[in-house]
C-alpha cells in the first residue's frame, strides 16, 4: 500500500498551488490582452465615466 507522508504531501499541494496560481494568472492576462476584447474593455471604460457625468 503507497504510505504518503505529511511533508510530502505540503510540498506536493504546494506546488500545485503555485502552478495553478500561474496558470489562472496566465489565463487572466491573456484574456485581457487578447486583441477581440478591446472594443468591451473600451465600452466598460467610457460607460462607466458617462453614467458619472448624468
Same mark, same amino acid.
Given at each position: @500500500?503507497? +504510505? %504518503?507522508? =505529511? $511533508?510530502?504531501?505540503?510540498? &506536493?499541494?504546494?506546488?500545485?498551488g503555485? &502552478?495553478?496560481l @500561474?496558470?489562472?494568472?496566465? *489565463? ?10 478591446? $472594443?468591451?474593455?473600451?465600452? *466598460?471604460? =467610457?460607460? %462607466?465615466?458617462? $453614467?458619472?457625468? +448624468?
Amino acid at each position: @500500500m503507497l +504510505q %504518503i507522508d =505529511h $511533508e510530502t504531501l505540503v510540498v &506536493f499541494s504546494k506546488s500545485y498551488g503555485l &502552478f495553478y496560481l @500561474m496558470a489562472v494568472f496566465a *489565463a487572466a492576462t491573456a484574456y485581457a490582452c487578447w486583441p477581440g476584447n478591446k $472594443e468591451k474593455f473600451d465600452r *466598460a471604460k =467610457h460607460d %462607466i465615466l458617462d $453614467e458619472d457625468d +448624468q
